[in-house]
């Protein structure tokens, strides 16, 4: 369900805004003494002093609260001292960080209400009856570093802040993706008949009418799942929206000697982590075939289903090199669009959350190899 807040207008009302004050650095659930690294583009410290701050993990769930002590300069680094003063969830390294404003708003409309709107982890679209996840926005490592392939990518650039020149530490330009919305599971062959009954159109040609209306929908055109998601008000995915949502933002971190919070890549291999495991996924190995897409078990690090394996996935992408990639391809251009995800009927290598497959050949209207999900942008 949409969490709301309803505010009277017509007066002077407090809208809370939220602001990033940096990452938990050490942590002492004994003496419940916190310090936290603060981000360096703070313009002001002095009002953080005796403040209240949340605590979150990478998915923007609360963990609990802080109550600031003191500010303190460690090599050229502004730190904060904190005691916990409560607890929602487990607390670790590496946390958000953020101070709550409260902002006076003065209405527009008089005597009228006004709704503010929080996403939830989970939305239900009552078109198709899809369920969407919440896949925040951030960093996020994509592609391989196999040389010579379709999904390499160069590291990523250096850059410098601040306290990093002042510190000689450069961190990694790693690409921010938005927020936005994924399907949790594929597109089932009962919601892609649905929507081919209401719009009149005819069956695939590689589709048999009768089956279990619970597999995924395997055997579409790109520009049937494209036309499919237009009409239940969502997108496709890019593909790079469908590997974050498949492999997680790719990074941890952790504190180094100088008590500095390091971002360093662990990027996953599948879904489940960087092992195969065919009772999870659903490749060649597992000799299954296809099955309902609820009976998936290869949950992604954001709880999104059916990314190992089952029915490989359209995706909005062309196929385009990534950075760094001079692979001289015949396949690169704006002419064919990525499949992710493996198959049920490819050996496991398809379905690494890297992997890049070729789609639209004949053409985009003519290729039925695939299946696909649904996406939508947090506005």
Excluded at 32 to 60: F, P, R, T, Y
Excluded at 283 to 312: F, H, Q, W
Excluded at 330 to 345: D, P, Q
Aim: charged fraction near 30%; proline fraction near 6%.
């Amino acid at each position: 369900m949409r969490q709301v807040g309803l505010l009277l207008l017509g007066f002077i009302s407090l809208e809370a805004r939220e602001v990033f004050v940096g990452e938990i650095s050490r942590l002492d659930l004994h003496t419940g003494q916190v310090e936290v690294l603060l981000d360096d583009s703070l313009a002001e410290l002095k009002h953080l002093e005796s403040q209240e701050l949340m605590i979150s993990n990478s998915l923007g769930a609360k963990r609990g609260k802080l109550i600031v002590q003191k500010i303190m300069v460690k090599e050229d680094k502004f730190y904060l001292q904190a005691a916990i003063k409560e607890r929602t969830g487990r607390l670790s390294v590496g946390m958000r960080v953020s101070l709550e404003l409260e902002e006076k708003v003065e209405s527009i409309l008089p005597d009228s209400l006004r709704e503010e709107v929080k996403e939830p982890l989970e939305k239900y679209y009552p078109k198709d009856g899809a369920i969407g996840v919440y896949i925040p926005e951030g960093k996020f490592l994509f592609g391989s570093e196999i040389p010579q392939s379709l999904h390499y990518a160069s590291p990523p650039e250096m850059k410098r802040k601040r306290y990093e020149e002042l510190s000689s530490r450069p961190s990694r330009n790693y690409l921010d993706l938005p927020a936005f919305y994924i399907d949790k599971y594929e597109i089932t062959r009962r919601q892609f008949t649905r929507f081919l009954e209401e719009q009149g159109l005819d069956f695939p040609p590689t589709w048999k009418e009768s089956g279990d209306g619970e597999l995924p929908a395997m055997g579409v055109s790109y520009r049937l799942a494209e036309a499919y998601c237009r009409w239940a008000g969502r997108r496709l995915p890019s593909e790079l929206e469908w590997e974050k949502a498949a492999r997680g933002s790719g990074l941890e971190g952790y504190i180094n000697e100088k008590e500095e919070f390091i971002y360093i890549p662990q990027p996953r291999k599948y879904p489940i982590g960087y092992e195969f495991d065919a009772q999870l996924c659903n490749t060649e190995e597992s000799g299954r075939g296809l099955i309902p897409v609820r009976e998936m078990k290869d949950a992604s690090p954001y709880g999104v289903y059916g990314m190992c394996g089952n029915a490989p996935e359209w995706t909005s992408s062309w196929l385009l090199p990534y950075r760094g990639n001079t692979l001289p391809h015949l396949v690169f251009g704006r002419k064919y669009k990525v499949i992710r995800g493996g198959s049920a009927f490819l050996p496991r290598r398809f379905a690494r959350v890297y992997e890049r497959m070729v789609g639209g050949i004949p053409s985009l209207e003519e290729d039925f190899r695939a299946g696909f999900r649904c996406a939508e942008t947090v506005r």
